[in-house]
T-cell receptor
């Protein structure tokens, strides 16, 4: 069965600094991979996704992620963090049928002024 | 207009009670979901319905019974509530079941507290 690990429970960065959130997956075939963001008191919103093709994918709000098969990773990056990026970030992988997501434990991002 | 709405937003109840959470989407989507997010923020799918038919049931206790009266609604009824049911429950919908081509839209969540 597929699984996702987000090694960092909390990350704090200064506003304007760059950000990288780690995600490692376990899956037999080429995975469908996703990043979602959850703002406080809100539901999840899709940031970006990957299935095939270019391993660097662009998403909304200036985020990007890079798929690295050799490292089983799909890390999320942003060159310059804004205070409004403070939220919980979830990486997810789909099952074979593509109709169910397994989520990682999430990484809470805090942004210092 | 809210795309995926849930009621109530907060629900506090005693152990052993029966309660329902309602979900409605006005996006015209075929597929709806219930997720449970525990106190450690782990998010896990419970059920998925497509065109009112159950397609995913992730080993959820049978005290939980989803009901889909029509494509726009997926309600969650919970019998004999237990302390471990305390969590935030999220409803979501997507146009169809293939999640790569069909984005999921999440509701704001219902925080259930069982005392």
């Amino acid at each position: 069965a597929q699984s996702v690990t987000q090694p960092d429970i909390h990350i704090t960065v200064s506003e304007g600094a760059s950000l990288e959130l780690r995600c490692n997956y376990s899956y037999g075939a080429t995975p469908y991979l996703f990043w979602y963001v959850q703002s406080p008191g809100q539901g999840l919103q899709l940031l970006l996704k990957y299935f095939s093709g270019d391993t660097l994918v662009q998403g909304i709000k200036g985020f990007e992620a890079e798929f690295k098969r050799s490292q089983s990773s799909f890390n999320l990056r942003k060159p310059s963090v804004h205070w409004s990026d403070a939220a919980e970030y979830f990486c997810a992988v789909s099952n074979n049928a593509g109709n169910m997501l397994t989520f990682g434990g999430g990484t809470r991002l805090m942004v210092k002024p | 207009d809210t795309a995926v709405s849930q009621t109530p937003k907060y629900l506090v109840t005693q152990m052993g009670n029966d309660k329902s959470i309602k979900c409605e989407q006005n996006l015209g989507h075929d597929t709806m979901y219930w997720y449970k997010q525990d106190s450690k923020k782990f998010l896990k799918i419970m059920f998925s319905y497509n065109n009112k038919e159950l397609i995913i049931n992730e080993t959820v206790p049978n005290r939980f019974s989803p009901k889909s009266p029509d494509k726009a609604h997926l309600n969650l009824h919970i019998n004999s509530l237990e302390l471990g049911d305390s969590a935030v429950y999220f409803c979501a919908s997507s146009p169809h079941t293939d999640l790569y081509y069909n984005e999921q839209f999440f509701g704001p969540g219902t925080r259930l507290t069982v005392l």
